[in-house]
């Protein structure tokens, strides 16, 4: 063997060595601290050093609003250890908004990306960069080549990605061909209610399912944020708090119609 490609083959080995050891040393969980939730995942919490997708329906395919302030809220703790990048591709994020939801703001980066393939690029490039302990992508479709690019950044530096399939300019839904993702939430706005005695609306309110979960066991769940819009984020807490689980909730009775007259 040439020494050329013997230093090449070497060069290789080292590489993927410390790949392999990035992605082991920082992998962990975050509990979001209900039994009732945790369980649903083997380690008992949201499976770190991984990218977790989320989908939408009706006009949340457009604007990604619902499924934006969920996840930015699952991943406040995680963004509280190092920066947070927000790729995007259309320039409609409002931070003051995730600051009231308590979402640490002072961490968030934005990039506005030109189109999918550059939001795909920079999301693979964020998530391999020391310092960066949250990547949030909105893309229309990731494809198994594009997951397992995704993956393997997430294992270079530890960091969890959040992907928000989300399309910006309307058009017609492109269905990904096999995905690497940890897990895939579906989630959609829910009625707020208001603490017994108060009067207005109560704290923001989403319906979840979790439609895939490696190693884990799918669920259905009302999740709200606990300290919305009160200026209280703490930092020991999750912002999220399960309702009420709903994939055993039983179908209100039926009331007969009674016709007028």
Known sequence: MSGFREAGLLALKAKIAALEAGGRGVSGVLP??????DEAFIKGGLPLGQWHEF??????????AAPAAFAA?????LARRGEAVWILRRDDLFAPGLAGLGFPAEKLIEVCARDEAEA?????????TEGVSAVFAEVEAVDLTAGR????????????GFILRRRPYGGVDRQSTG?????????????SQPEPGMLGLGAPRWEVHLERCRAGRPGAWLMEAVDAYTCEAKHGTHPLRLVAPLGDRQLAPTTPLRLAG
Do not use: I, K, N, Y
């Open 32 to 37: 979001f601290g209900d039994a009732r939730l």
């Open 55 to 64: 989908v939408s329906g009706g006009m949340e395919a457009e604007t990604c």
């Open 73 to 77: 809220l699952m991943a406040a703790p």
């Open 120 to 128: 795909l690029a920079v999301a693979e490039d964020a998530l391999a």
């Open 149 to 160: 690019r995704l993956q393997l950044a997430c294992e270079t530096r530890g960091a969890t």
């Open 179 to 191: 995905t690497a993702a940890a897990t895939r939430w579906r989630v959609s706005s829910a009625p």
